[in-house]
């Protein structure tokens, strides 16, 4: 069974440019979470998606960063414009419910 | 505000030694789980405990709870070298369809061949 796959792994990026980061969950999982993780800190859930509906958006910073979950299926995490600040790594995970998560490689974001 | 917060922050051991990592939390909880994270990579889920459960074992890690004291620890026995990595643990709580998962900080485990 395929694991939770993300892209790209690595983006280096100027401020104020956008970025986009992909990710496609295990196959069946309806749920479906973004998580920041800032080194030497614990992820921080950003969005998370019960099949196409964002059930907990209570961290991401609507102003610049906005997510979509088409057909239940894969998602994508885009920020626009990128600040210094946003240099971290982007988790995905996905679980069939709140019990077990399955988390991707992530993204390792680095703005300049 | 955080939900969960490891002890200790960093834990450097020989091989061999067990360690030791706890977790406390502020609120109630429905569960609380334990993963793993080796430099670079996503977490990996150890293990889960039910708020009705005291302890649980899998291979050599053995996990308790205790809800009077809002704690869990995670023991690993016999530590190898690529048991090196950080460990958090993540509260699930919620009386609501979507319950709420947080991850505490982490503890960074070294172990020493």
């Known amino acids: 069974e395929a694991g939770v796959v993300q892209s790209p792994r690595y983006k280096i990026i100027e401020k104020k440019q956008p970025v986009a980061f992909w990710c496609n969950p295990i196959?069946?999982?309806?749920?479906l979470y973004w998580y920041l993780q800032n080194l030497g800190q614990g992820p921080e859930l950003l969005i998370r998606?019960?099949?196409?509906?964002?059930?907990?958006d209570s961290q991401l910073p609507k102003d610049r960063f906005s997510a979509e979950r088409l057909k239940g299926v894969d998602s994508t995490l885009k920020i626009q414009p990128a600040e210094l600040g946003d240099s971290a790594v982007y988790l995905c995970?996905?679980?069939?419910?709140?019990?077990?998560?399955?988390f991707g490689p992530g993204t390792r974001l680095t703005v300049l | 505000s955080q939900q969960g917060e490891e002890d200790p922050q960093a834990l450097s051991i020989q091989e061999g030694e067990n360690a030791t990592m706890n977790c406390s939390y502020k609120?109630?909880?429905?569960?609380l789980q334990w993963y793993r994270q080796n430099s670079g990579r996503g977490l990996v889920h150890l293990i889960l405990?039910?708020?009705?459960?005291r302890e649980k074992h899998s291979g050599r890690l053995r996990v308790t709870l205790d809800t009077s004291k809002k704690s869990s620890s995670l023991l690993i026995t016999a530590s190898r070298a690529a048991d090196t990595a950080s460990y958090f643990c993540?509260?699930?709580?919620?009386?609501?369809?979507?319950?709420?998962?947080?991850f505490g900080p982490g503890t960074s485990l070294s172990v020493i061949p």
């Open positions: 995970a996905s679980s069939l419910a709140a019990d077990t998560q399955y």
């Open positions: 196959s069946g999982h309806n749920t």
């Open positions: 998606y019960e099949n196409e509906e964002a059930v907990d």
């Open positions: 609120t109630s909880i429905n569960n």
């Open positions: 405990i039910r708020s009705n459960e």
């Open positions: 993540a509260t699930v709580s919620g009386k609501t369809s979507y319950d709420k998962v947080i």
